[in-house]
């Protein structure tokens, strides 16, 4: 194979799985470039513009989703390794989690088109969220540098628990207006699980749109369970389920008194200004193997 056929592939480095992803990496069809994560989003994005078939990108969510802000809509087949912490974006598109399997599959020939999310000028694969869970998020990255992530975790589960405030939402979705009074609000991609034991886990063969998951009550203990069990860390038991009022959607505005927030997209978080405009982006994403993909030739948009 030439130089100009093997597959870009983004690794972090620094990541604590970046040995693991050169192993599984080396003896396949790919030229491995380590780049750190602060400019990451640019190689990837000056690389989209020779245009390349596919690239090859190695990490956790946050770092997935910097790729597909840099693919998204440009043709380029993005193959995904799964080395993360939680790997939501594998468990949602069934990529297989052993790393060397991973890596075959991204050398394979089966692609398919995948919807994402679009806030804004932002893209999301799996969830955003405001409330709660990113006021736990910061705090547990703050943490997890000192005592390591699963403590960490806890710790912040911790502060969340007792310092967790409601905010004021305003949703229109088709033109209707609801508002709410709640602590947390999420909106993934593709519809999602609300049952216990497998809340917030991407429904199989689910309904295609925005699933907007929005929690009532003012019970501390089930708010507290929804936001960090469920949706943080994929806890799958449960004693009860938390209340929420869901839709799905093609797009929604929320709307705040406040004239920014912040937001999180797939565990990472930044300001944003409000009201957040949030749409489907269809098969806006061509994903190397995966749930959807069926071997080149074949390839047509999801139903």
């Known amino acids: ?47 989209v513009k020779k245009r390349p078939q596919r690239i090859l990108i190695a990490g956790g969510d946050g770092t997935i989703r910097t790729a597909v802000e840099a693919v998204a809509g440009s043709g380029v087949e993005l ?13 949602d598109h ?35 969220s405001i409330g709660a869970y990113v006021q736990f998020m910061k705090t547990r990255d703050r943490l997890e540098s000192k005592f390591g992530y699963k403590i960490g975790t806890f710790l912040a589960g911790i502060w969340t628990f007792f310092t967790m405030r409601m905010i004021a939402v305003e949703i229109e979705i088709d033109g209707k ?30 309904k295609r749109g925005l ?8 019970r501390r203990a089930r708010l507290f369970f929804l936001a960090l069990d469920a949706f943080s860390r994929g ?37 944003a200004d409000t009201p957040l405009e949030y749409q489907l982006e269809r098969d806006i994403l061509l994903l190397v193997g995966g749930r959807t993909s069926r071997p080149a030739g074949e390839a047509s948009p999801q139903a």
């Open 79 to 91: 193959a995904v390794l799964p080395s993360g912490t939680l790997n939501h974006f594998a468990k």
């Open 235 to 271: 806890v799958k038991t449960a004693s009860r389920e938390p209340e929420l009022d869901a839709f799905i959607v093609e797009r929604c505005k929320i709307s705040m008194k406040r004239s920014h927030t912040r937001i999180s997209f797939d565990g990472e978080s930044e300001r």
């Open 94 to 128: 069934e990529l297989p989690p052993d790393l060397d399997e991973a890596a075959k599959v991204a050398a394979a020939s089966a692609v398919g088109f995948v919807d994402v999310g679009r806030v804004g000028k932002n893209l999301f694969h799996g969830t955003s």
């Open 211 to 218: 699933h907007v998951m929005v929690v009532r009550g003012r």
């Open 177 to 206: 207006k609801q508002i709410y009074r709640t602590p947390l609000l999420f909106v993934a991609v593709g519809e999602r699980e609300l049952k216990i034991p497998t809340l917030g886990g991407r429904v199989k063969n689910g």
């Open 1 to 47: 194979m030439t130089d100009a056929q093997r597959i870009p592939a983004f690794v972090n480095p620094s990541s604590g799985t970046a040995e693991g992803a050169r192993k599984a990496l080396a003896s396949g069809p790919f030229d491995v470039r380590e780049v750190q994560p602060d400019k990451l989003k640019d190689e990837i994005s000056a690389e």
